[in-house]
């Protein structure tokens, strides 16, 4: 009787996958906190404006931004993170730029909300070109 019964150890496995599956949902959920900005409140460097595409957008997950070129040298930016439940978006296709978690998306150019759930549209974000540097948030 010095083993352990097959029994228990099945039910430490099934807690164990429970509790991968938990921190899964919550990974999906955003920080959902309040405690992070949606935009940046000190000026950020991007690096080139060559990575944003001709009328074309670039995510920058990290930054929590997304630029959009909206003519030649000419550069919208918004947050990146979903007004819905605050996920990074994570996606660009035809001028949407959309979350996997729940299927928003939003217009590229204007933030405005294209398909719900979220309600609410991105919030702009001060974007400007200084020295062949995309700068996006406030002037320091
Ligand atoms: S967090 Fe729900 S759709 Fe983006």
Request: with cysteine; charged share 20%; hydrophobic share 35%.
């Amino acid at each position: 009787m010095s083993s352990q019964p097959p029994a228990r150890r099945t039910v430490l496995r099934g807690a164990a996958l429970a509790g991968a599956a938990g921190l899964g949902v919550a990974a999906c959920g955003g920080d959902g906190d309040g405690e992070a900005s949606a935009t940046p409140t000190a000026p950020v460097d991007l690096g080139s404006p060559d990575e944003v595409p001709a009328d074309g957008t670039k995510i920058y997950r990290e930054d929590r931004v997304l630029v959009t070129q909206v003519g030649e040298g000419r550069y919208k930016a918004f947050s990146a993170v979903c007004t819905h439940r605050n996920c990074v978006l994570n996606g660009v296709r035809d001028g949407r730029v959309t979350c996997s978690c729940h299927g928003s998306e939003f217009d590229a150019r204007t933030g405005k909300v294209l398909q719900g759930p979220a309600v609410a549209p991105l919030p702009p974000v001060p974007v400007r070109t200084d020295g062949g540097r995309l700068i996006v948030g406030p002037e320091a």
